[in-house]
């Protein structure tokens, strides 16, 4: 894989740039929803700014290390930001991505415009060969959207803990490949 960072990507209607320090408060307010990070959350968020301003400041210094790749989204016409969506290595063999958006700006096509272009990107130009990943099952917006991406049901479960819930909760995991990705795109 090519450390390339989050280099600025643009679809029709969207930009997606590095996380820049006026996104901060504005992506900590989108994820204080819980109809938004029910499914996203896997660590901590506080409700005071002032003690989570500290840990987004963290997630900036990381911003331009070409070793991140996190996206504000951020629509062209008005220059509202409307969510995030992140890649990462775990285990250094695994890839993961995750996403989430706005309330007011879901179910618009926003985000599976925004992760066909990350895809894209990080398959032709960081070189990588697969993703694996996991939505929650009572997550069908995540998990449809995977699909329609080109994802593959593995057919296996795992548990996972997000924050703001109660219980660990069954996942489905995912893969999507290079070949699977281009194919579905018609390249």
């Known amino acids: 894989m090519k450390y390339l960072g989050s280099k600025t990507l643009e679809t029709k209607r ?6 820049e320090e006026q996104d901060l408060k504005v992506l900590w307010e989108i994820l204080l929803k819980k109809e938004v990070s029910k499914y996203y959350l896997t660590s901590k968020i506080n409700k005071n700014w002032e003690e989570e301003k500290k840990w987004q400041y963290k997630k900036l210094d990381r911003a331009g290390d070409p070793h991140t790749f996190i996206w504000t989204l ?5 220059h ?6 992140s890649f990462k290595e775990k285990e250094n063999e695994s890839k993961d991505i995750g996403w989430f958006l706005d309330i007011p700006y879901q179910r618009q096509g926003y985000m599976k415009e925004a992760a066909e272009e990350v895809l894209k990107y990080m398959f032709l130009e960081a070189g990588i060969s697969s993703i694996n990943t996991s939505t929650a099952i009572e997550n069908p917006s995540s998990w449809k959207l995977m699909e329609s991406l080109g994802f593959q049901d593995q057919k296996k479960t795992r548990k996972e803990k997000y924050t703001l819930l109660e219980e660990e909760v069954d996942c489905k995991e995912y893969i999507c490949t290079k070949d699977d990705f281009l194919e579905r795109k018609g390249e």
Not at 14 to 19: D, M, P
Not at 74 to 78: I, Q, T
């Open 74 to 78: 951020v629509r062209k016409e008005d």
């Open 14 to 19: 969207l930009i997606l740039r590095k996380t």
């Open 80 to 85: 509202k930001i409307l969510g995030q969506i």
